[in-house]
């Protein structure tokens, strides 16, 4: 019977701990979102989350770095495995487009899945913007395979783009993709869909991409 007991006390607490870290991500999430990083302090998000605890951020987490990490794995888990599910329908494709479609869908079928409001593209155009943390969300990412294999698709496809046109459309891909989604998502009245967001940046991409190089 004690041994019941105690087992039952562990889940107890072992849930209770998991319910307080998702709202603390949560509101990390939000506040990072609406008020940038160095602007919210772990005190702050610890007293709007409504923990008793100004530590508990601290505690749960470790350091500002170590939160950040951890709201952008909890979406990049989710977002990759949208990505694999698309990756599986082209792979061995030539086609940019598809590869496009690969690149751009699961991060706006996430926020829309998300419901409304959602934080996500917000927070993750803060994070892009501070060169303090900007890495953190690349590195988690570009750890995942499928992206990896969306990347490697899209160079078989633009084998014969220069290394310099490569990098700098890569760049320019990468502020699209985080404003614009970061644009639609602050919308109080969005004229357009998740979906109609996707379609003309995937348009927008794949034109960038397979645009002729001046020069």
């Known amino acids: 019977m004690v041994t019941v007991v105690t087992e039952v006390g562990r889940r107890s607490r072992s849930d209770q701990s998991g319910g307080t870290r998702q709202l603390i991500l949560a ?4 506040l990072f979102a609406e008020q940038g990083l160095y602007a919210v302090s772990n005190r702050q998000i610890s007293a709007a989350a409504g923990q008793g605890n100004n530590a ?10 170590d939160l950040v990490r951890a709201i952008v794995r909890q979406h990049t888990e989710r977002i990759e495995e949208l990505r694999a599910e698309l990756v599986a329908r082209v792979r061995g494709s030539t086609n940019v487009r598809d590869w496009v479609v690969c690149l751009v869908c699961p991060v706006t079928t996430h ?3 998300l419901g409304d409001p959602t934080w996500y593209a917000r ?3 803060q994070v892009a913007a501070d060169p303090a943390f900007r890495d953190i969300m690349a590195e988690e990412s570009l750890a995942t395979p499928a992206l990896r294999e969306v990347l490697d698709g899209l160079g078989r496809c633009l084998a014969d783009l220069p290394t310099h ?3 700098q459309r890569g760049e320019m891909i990468r502020l699209l993709m985080v404003h614009g989604c970061a644009e ?3 919308a109080t009245s969005p004229k357009s869909t998740w979906d ?5 940046m995937v348009d927008a991409i794949t034109g960038l991409l397979t645009a002729p190089v001046t020069g």
């Open 196 to 200: 109609d967001t996707a379609t003309g």
């Open 184 to 186: 639609r998502e602050r």
């Open 56 to 65: 508990a951020v601290g505690y749960h987490f470790g350091t500002k770095a």
């Open 165 to 167: 046109a490569r990098h």
């Open 123 to 125: 927070f993750g155009a």
């Open 27 to 30: 509101t990390a999430e939000r």
């Open 111 to 113: 926020l829309d899945r």
